[in-house]
T-cell receptor, first 117, second 114 residues
Framework: AQSVAQPEDQVNVAEGNPLTVKCTYS??????LFWYVQYPNRGLQFLLK??????LVKGSYGFEAEFNKSQTSFHLKKPSALVSDSALYFC???????????????FGKGTKLSVIP | GAVVSQHPSRVICKSGTSVKIECRSL??????MFWYRQFPKQSLMLMAT?????????EQGVEKDKFLINHASLTLSTLTVTSAHPEDSSFYIC??????????FGEGSRLTVL
């Protein structure tokens, strides 16, 4: 069975500093990994995904994530944090096939990012 | 990216009534949609997989008679919370996947049962 761990419930970072939100995963076979962001009382917005290819994946809003197979990690990063980046971040791994090209995702518990002005 | 629309965004109802939440894929067809429930400060819990033209597949522990799912067309799935009770109050989110593989999510529906 697939699983995702986000070891930090909350990450605080000063505006302008680099940020990292950690994610490790467990999956049989090749991992398909995703990051989503959720603002209060909103749905999830897709940030980026790793399917294959370069280990460093670039996504929306200046975010990037580094896939590390040996450490089974997929940490989310941004060189310079903005106050508007404050939100809840979810890491996810593709789980079971549900037909017609659709897959369920297994989500981590989420990490609340607070960027301090 | 693809757009998934969810309606209503907020609903308040009395205990014992039923509430319907709609999920639409606006610019793609989705033979499969997913319904999640999110408790405060927690992750998303998959409730069921909605399959167009057939019965939904429910996750273990989810009451299919309480949470009725209908996937009537390739762009619409509905979740009906029947005989709602205060413990059903939650944030419900749907998602769908176009052929590109990643899931796109609706904006969520906040249900409050009085």
């Amino acid at each position: 069975a697939q699983s995702v761990a986000q070891p930090e419930d909350q990450v605080n970072v000063a505006e302008g500093n680099p940020l990292t939100v950690k994610c490790t995963y467990s999956v049989s076979g090749n991992p398909y990994l995703f990051w989503y962001v959720q603002y209060p009382n909103r749905g999830l917005q897709f940030l980026l995904k790793y399917i294959t290819g370069d280990n460093l994946v670039k996504g929306s809003y200046g975010f990037e994530a580094e896939f590390n197979k040996s450490q089974t990690s997929f940490h989310l990063k941004k060189p310079s944090a903005l106050v508007s980046d404050s939100a809840l971040y979810f890491c996810a791994v593709r789980a079971t096939y549900s037909g017609a090209g659709s897959y369920q995702l297994t989500f981590g518990k989420g990490t609340k990012l607070s960027v301090i002005p | 990216g693809a757009v998934v629309s969810q309606h209503p965004s907020r609903v308040i109802c009395k205990s014992g009534t039923s509430v319907k939440i709609e999920c639409r894929s606006l610019d793609f067809q989705a033979t499969t949609m997913f319904w999640y429930r999110q408790f405060p400060k927690q992750s998303l819990m998959l409730m069921a997989t909605s399959n167009e033209g057939s019965k939904a597949t429910y996750e273990q522990g989810v009451e299919k008679d309480k949470f009725l799912i209908n996937h009537a067309s390739l762009t619409l799935s509905t979740l009906t919370v029947t005989s709602a009770h205060p413990e059903d109050s939650s944030f419900y989110i749907c998602s769908a996947s176009p052929s590109t593989g990643e899931l796109f999510f609706g904006e969520g529906s906040r249900l409050t049962v009085l």
